[in-house]
Antibody, heavy 118, light 109 residues
Framework: QVQLQQSGPGLVKPSQTLSLTCTISGDSVSSTGAGWNWIRQSPSGGLEWLGRTFYRSRWYNEYALSVQSRITITPDTSKNQFSLQLNSVTPDDTAVYYC????????WGQGTQVTVAS | QTVVTQEPSLTVSPGGTVTLTCASSTGAVTSGYHSSWFQQKPGQAPRALIYDTNNKHSWTPARFSGSLLGGKAALTLSGVHPEDEADYYCLLYSAGGWVFGGGTKLTVL
């Protein structure tokens, strides 16, 4: 059974870096059939896809244009994890962040409320 | 980047049928967009109902179906139940990334 477990701080200061990690059990971050994604949901309610990492003979990343200059998603095969880093955060980055697998969008992390405030 | 457009709100009567649509700014939505649909009720996380155009999860009620209709992705609810009142989001794969629509608020009245 696939499970995703998120970890990371819930409070980040403006201009600093938001860092979250998603630990996978029951599947592999190196699985050639899956993509490992981060999305967020702002207080206004809409869902926003941020980016993903996936392995197809080599590693690929895809990022939303809205955050492309500030985001890095990194796989860690030794720990079977993938991580999100979002630089130079502002209060607009306040949201609930989720990690999820995109084969069928069935498996989600538990969500992390991240607040950007001083 | 691709803009994905959904109806902001729809209203349907219990027992009725309603179709939610999902359009892409890049043109007609095809199977290559791998459209998916998510339902979100107040206070809950979103949950996938349909993936890859028309595939259902084990928890997806039979009254929900996904399709391509008139160049758009579509989610049809046939025989709507009051508990189907929720926000529905579509998701498309386009131009090197996934893009969510703005969501449709479905009211059952």
């Amino acid at each position: 059974q696939v499970q995703l477990q998120q970890s990371g701080p819930g409070l980040v200061k403006p201009s600093q870096t938001l860092s979250l990690t998603c630990t996978i059990s029951g599947d592999s971050v190196s699985s050639t059939g899956a993509g490992w994604n981060w999305i967020r949901q702002s207080p206004s309610g809409g869902l926003e896809w941020l980016g993903r990492t996936f392995y197809r003979s080599r590693w690929y990343n895809e990022y939303a244009l809205s955050v492309q200059s500030r985001i890095t998603i990194t796989p860690d095969t030794s720990k079977n994890q993938f991580s999100l880093q979002l630089n130079s955060v502002t209060p607009d980055d306040t949201a609930v962040y989720y990690c999820l697998r995109d084969i069928d969008w069935e498996h989600w992390g538990q969500g992390t409320q991240v607040t950007v405030a001083s | 980047q691709t803009v994905v457009t959904q109806e902001p709100s729809l209203t349907v009567s219990p027992g009725g049928t309603v179709t939610l649509t999902c359009a892409s700014s890049t043109g007609a939505v095809t199977s290559g967009y791998h459209s998916s649909w998510f339902q979100q009720k107040p206070g809950q996380a979103p949950r996938a109902l349909i993936y890859d155009t028309n595939n259902k999860h084990s928890w997806t009620p039979a009254r929900f179906s996904g399709s391509l209709l008139g160049g758009k992705a579509a989610l049809t609810l046939s025989g709507v139940h009051p508990e189907d009142e929720a926000d529905y989001y579509c998701l498309l794969y386009s131009a090197g990334g996934w893009v969510f629509g703005g969501g449709t608020k479905l009211t059952v009245l």
